[in-house]
């Protein structure tokens, strides 16, 4: 699952100084301008340390060393871990990796991670912005298909929140509903922080085997039907889960096997990023335009947590941007609407 590396060696090494002084830096911002110094900051280290982002740099800049602000750095599409290996760190054995949801046939993301335990400190600090500290919430999880998925970052996240909880309740469910809505009706009576945590199929199960109503849960719903019920809209969704839950807000977690952080909704589709992480909106197909608000386009996102591989990535995701920074997402571009070049497909 995710267990914490550093309790196998009595040893620092020089890649987990590098990943402690990262983090220091990241703790530390506080402005918009800490936010685009560190990027300007790590830019310039992947550039010249991570071989496929500075060929894409090469390929779509002209002036990369006019680059100073964070409106002019270039974004690696998405696609590169599908068939790269997007590293700032290209001389170091990773731990482990990530990849992204999907079979055994299809071409999955692949994200190389050097020090596990930077990961997991950072998912911690990105849920704590926005809500309490990790360990003071029961988890209750129904991931039933990404426990199926190897290498899943949603489940080592998951994990570690488990591992980190005071209660021993929390843990993944499968399929015994009944067991679950014992602990949570348990945990309303005590009036405990609960968390539910599940993938839409399995919750609209839930709320099948019987309605609730959860006073003290936070309702997180992630992925979509899998192929196991018919999809339907958000709003529609969502209004299911609250009439099913008894819950005021259905909140989400946006993120995803490329990404080391996290943005939350605590409700109504609308995601805020961590101060280690932000988002910009640019026009489809035009890579070079300005940061738009309130209008359509593709998300582009700066995770400075991805600081061992690339923290500049154009989504294949559409959304809109708030004039107070927050964003939703309208949905997802298809295969052919982005354009690419050579260096997405040359070996």
């Not at 929140?161 to 399929?175: A, H, L, N, P």
């Not at 019920?229 to 009439?243: M, Y």
């Amino acid at each position: 699952m995710c267990k914490d590396t550093r309790k196998m060696t009595n040893k620092t090494t020089s890649i987990e100084i590098f990943f402690e002084d990262w983090k220091a830096k990241i703790n530390n911002i506080e402005t918009n301008k800490d936010f685009e110094a560190l990027a300007l900051e790590c830019f310039r280290l992947q550039y010249q340390n991570n071989p496929i982002y500075k060929q894409w740099c090469d390929y779509i800049c002209d002036d990369i060393k006019g680059i100073n602000s964070i409106d002019l750095i270039p974004f690696l599409p998405i696609s590169f871990f599908k068939s790269k290996k997007v590293s700032s760190l290209p001389n170091i054995q990773h731990q482990d990796y990530f990849l992204s949801s999907g079979t055994a046939s299809m071409q999955r993301s692949t994200h190389f991670i050097y020090d596990k335990n930077f990961y997991i400190a950072n998912t911690f600090s990105c849920f704590q912005q926005f809500f309490d500290n990790v360990e003071d919430f029961c988890y209750i999880c129904l991931l039933p298909n990404y426990l199926e998925q190897k290498h899943s970052s949603l489940i080592c996240m998951m994990d570690a929140f488990i591992r980190q909880s005071k209660f021993t309740e929390s843990k993944f469910y499968k399929t015994d509903f009944q067991d679950v809505i014992a602990i949570l009706e348990k945990n309303e009576s005590e009036n405990r922080k609960t968390i539910l945590f599940g993938v839409t199929y399995a919750l609209l199960d839930l709320i099948e085997t019987k309605k609730l109503q959860l006073k003290n849960t936070i309702v997180f719903e992630t992925g979509g039907m899998k192929g196991r019920r018919k999809e339907i809209s958000k709003p529609e969704l969502h209004n299911l889960l609250k009439q099913g839950l008894g819950v005021e807000d259905i909140a989400s977690e946006y993120g995803m096997c490329e990404l080391f952080s996290q943005a939350y909704s605590k409700g109504d589709g609308i995601f805020r990023t961590p101060k280690q992480m932000q988002v910009l909106i640019r026009e489809v197909n035009d890579r070079k335009s300005e940061n738009l608000i309130n209008h359509t386009g593709i998300i582009n996102i700066i995770d400075l947590a991805n600081i061992g591989s690339c923290a500049f990535i154009e989504t294949e995701d559409v959304g809109r941007m708030h004039q107070d920074g927050s964003f939703e997402i309208a949905g997802r571009l298809d295969n052919s609407a982005m354009r690419g070049c050579n260096l997405m497909y040359s070996n």
